[in-house]
C-alpha cells in the first residue's frame, strides 16, 4: 500500500490573466480514497485541479503536502508523489504507446542513472493494469479513443505516484470505456491505496465511484462529504440548476439522479 499524506489547500484563490476563477476554497484531500469535484462547467473544477498540481499558483492562500508548500519542493520530488493527467495532453507525433508510458518514468532518472530495471518492471506493470500490454509497439495514432486514453493513465502509473489527479478522464468516451476507465482506477485505488482525484461531469458516475465528493459553485467550495450526504435534489438544484429527484442507485446503491423535465413521455 501507497503511504498516507496529508494532501490540503489552505483558502486558495486562482485564475488565469487576472481573472479569479476559484475563491478562498480550503479542502483536505482524503488520503488513499477515491474524490471527485463536480459541478457546473465554468465553476472552476479544473482550475482548482491544476491549482493542486502546481500548474497554477494560488494568488492567496497555498497548497501543503504533509504541511510543506508545494512552492517550496522541487519538481522532480514532488513529480514522485503526485502525478496529473490534463484534460487534453499533447500526444507527440509517431510515439508508440511503450515509448509514452515510458516517459512516466522520468521523475526517477537522474542525469547518470539510465534506463533501469526498475524503470522496466513500473511501465511494464503500468501497462497490465491498464491491459494495454499488447499494444505496446502500436503507434498512438492507431488507437481508439478509449485505448488512448488507457495509455495516459498508464503513463501517469508509471510515474507511480502516491497522488493521481486527473481532470476528466472520460470525457468523450463511450459508456463502455466510461465504466471500464472508472472501474481500473477503483481497482488501482483498491489494491494499491493511491489516492485518486478526478474531475468528472456526469454527476451520477461521479456519485458511484467517489467515496468523497467536493462541490464547487462559481469558484466556491459549497459541500463536501460521502455521497450519500452530498448528493441531493436540493444541491443539484443550487450548482447545476437542474430540477431533479434522487433515488437510491438499484446496482451500486449510491445516490442516483433523475432529473425532472418539461415534457414526460405518456403525459
Known sequence: ???????????????????????????????QRISVIIGANGCGKS???????RLIQPTSGQITLDGKPIRQIPPKPLARVIGLLPQSPIVPEGISVADLVGRGRYPHQSLFSGWTKKDEEAVAEAMR????????????????GGQRQRVWIAMALAQQTDI???DEPTTFLDITYQIEILDLLTDLNRKHGTT???VLHDINLSARYADHIFA????????????????????????????????????????????????????
Not at 2 to 25: M, S
Not at 47 to 53: D, E, H, I, N, W
Not at 131 to 143: P, R
Open 1 to 31: 500500500m501507497t503511504p498516507t499524506h496529508l494532501f490540503q489547500a489552505e483558502r486558495i484563490t486562482a485564475g488565469y490573466d487576472h481573472r479569479t476563477v476559484i475563491q478562498k476554497v480550503g479542502l483536505a484531500i482524503p488520503s
Open 164 to 166: 493521481l489527479l486527473l
Open 216 to 267: 464547487l459553485l462559481k469558484g466556491k467550495l459549497v459541500a463536501e462529504g460521502e455521497p450519500s450526504k452530498v448528493i441531493t435534489s436540493a444541491l443539484v438544484k443550487e450548482i447545476f440548476g437542474l430540477d431533479c429527484t434522487v433515488i437510491e442507485d438499484p446496482v451500486s446503491g449510491s445516490p442516483m439522479v433523475v432529473p425532472i423535465g418539461r415534457y414526460h413521455r405518456g403525459t
Open 196 to 198: 485518486i482525484v478526478m
Open 47 to 53: 482550475t482548482l485541479l491544476k491549482t493542486l498540481a
Open 129 to 144: 493494469i491498464m491491459d494495454i500490454t499488447e499494444l505496446a509497439n502500436h503507434s498512438i495514432d492507431e488507437l481508439s
